[in-house]
T-cell receptor
Framework: GAVVSQHPSRVICKSGTSVKIECRSLDFQATTMFWYRQFPKQSLMLMAT?????????EQGVEKDKFLINHASLTLSTLTVTSAHPEDSSFYICSAHTGETGYTFGSGTRLTVV | AQSVTQLDSHVSVSEGTPVLLRCNYS??????LFWYVQHPNKGLQLLLK??????LVKGINGFEAEFKKSETSFHLTKPSAHMSDAAEYFC??????????????FGAGTQVVVTP
């Protein structure tokens, strides 16, 4: 079946630095990629939706200049957390969507900002 | 607008006994409904989905769910719990039909604990 490879699975960074998270769709082309954030013991909250070749659409309350999303190809989407702070520590999950494969989730990235 | 409510934040069952996870939804359109399972620090695995076909949906690992429009419910059941079923379960709704997949709205989650 469809697989989305998400890397890294875990990352620890210093406050003020930037971190890039990658999601690659394997054996299929992801026209749409959704990015979610999940705080401990909480549900997934949609951050943004990106379509290949166009600007991402951010949900209300999500800073687009802080969470940079790039969807330059049909198989790769990236989320960059810029100038990370401890409150950005969270579990980030991507989900690729196509009409044929439906929604396919990555395995998630645990970000810890120290 | 769409929303989903998982009625239990925590369910504890004994191994071999039935599991019931309750979910109610609200949607302005004919919804697509999903149940996902998440093990600690892992991504989400699709258990089953309802997309306006049969109201009783069978999924993986012995799980099934019944779509009841009159009750706006989509409860998840399993006849006999296994230790490996211990995880977090999310009920999810998507507005639109199978031809217009929309954004996913996640419930708050139900933590399932299975005791020997």
């Amino acid at each position: 079946g469809a697989v989305v490879s998400q890397h890294p699975s875990r990352v620890i960074c210093k406050s003020g630095t930037s971190v890039k998270i990658e999601c690659r769709s394997l054996d299929f082309q992801a026209t749409t990629m959704f990015w979610y954030r999940q705080f401990p013991k909480q549900s997934l909250m949609l951050m943004a939706t990106s379509n290949e070749g166009s600007k991402a659409t951010y949900e209300q309350g999500v800073e687009k200049d802080k969470f940079l999303i790039n969807h330059a190809s049909l198989t790769l989407s990236t989320l960059t957390v810029t100038s990370a702070h401890p409150e950005d520590s969270s579990f980030y999950i991507c989900s690729a969507h196509t009409g044929e494969t439906g929604y396919t989730f990555g395995s998630g990235t645990r970000l810890t900002v120290v | 607008a769409q929303s989903v409510t998982q009625l239990d934040s925590h369910v504890s069952v004994s191994e071999g006994t039935p599991v019931l996870l309750r979910c109610n939804y609200s949607s302005s359109y004919s919804p697509s409904l999903f149940w996902y399972v998440q093990h600690p620090n892992k991504g989400l695995q699709l258990l089953l989905k309802y997309t306006s076909a049969a109201t009783l949906v069978k999924g993986i690992n012995g799980f099934e769910a019944e779509f009841k429009k009159s009750e706006t419910s989509f409860h998840l059941t399993k006849p006999s719990a296994h230790m490996s079923d211990a995880a977090e379960y999310f009920c999810v709704v998507s507005a639109g039909t199978t031809d217009s997949w929309g954004k996913l709205q996640f419930g708050a989650g139900t933590q399932v604990v299975v005791t020997p």
